[in-house]
């Protein structure tokens, strides 16, 4: 099959991170507010995630495996993030000046989720993997406004930092 079916949902996701960079890089200057156009981009993704669950082949000397099972997980984090998109354009605890900030590290967890769909080896497993974790760690302390939402970023931070380096020791 073609390549670029292939890695749809992947690319249409990588697009989406660097418009919400764009949005979080320039604040006031980008032309639109990320509450009106995200949500049907997030549906777009998922559409794009849904067509691709009848793609399947190798890519990359075999270190990246497209099939039906990873295009399920990946049609599900699809719809996660469309989920999370939509109620959190609603949620009173998120400031209107971290939103761009919030969507753009969720959006990059999504995209290393959808990656690790389709990791095959070890290497790409945990790049995969750290990149949605890593975006994650920044979550916790932009969501609360309180001292204790910087606490337990930190702990969340540390508590990574170990997880990581126990699992690169067992890889």
């Known amino acids: ?10 690319g249409l996701m990588f697009v989406l991170v660097l418009v ?5 890089a320039l604040g006031d200057k980008f032309p639109a507010p990320v509450a009106r156009w ?6 777009i993704v998922l559409a794009v995630s849904a067509l691709g669950l009848c793609a399947s082949g190798d890519l990359f000397n075999g270190t990246y495996r497209v099939d039906l099972l990873s295009q399920f997980f990946k049609l599900a984090v699809a ?3 469309c989920f999370v998109v939509v109620n959190a354009l609603r949620q009173p605890t998120l400031g209107e000046e971290y939103k761009s900030d919030y969507f753009l590290f ?42 204790e939402s910087a ?21």
């Open 79 to 81: 719809f996660g993030f």
């Open 151 to 171: 606490e337990a970023g930190a702990k969340y931070i540390l508590f990574g930092a170990a997880a990581t380096a126990l699992a690169l020791y067992g890889l």
């Open 1 to 10: 099959m073609l390549t670029p079916l292939l890695l749809a949902p992947e």
């Open 106 to 147: 969720m959006g990059l967890s999504a995209w290393g989720l959808m990656l690790l769909a389709s990791a095959v080896e070890l290497v790409t497993l945990y790049l995969a993997l750290e990149l949605s974790s890593y975006s994650l760690y920044v979550l916790i302390p932009i969501r609360g406004k309180t001292k």
């Open 38 to 43: 995200l949500p049907v981009a997030s549906i």
């Open 20 to 24: 919400l960079f764009a949005a979080s």
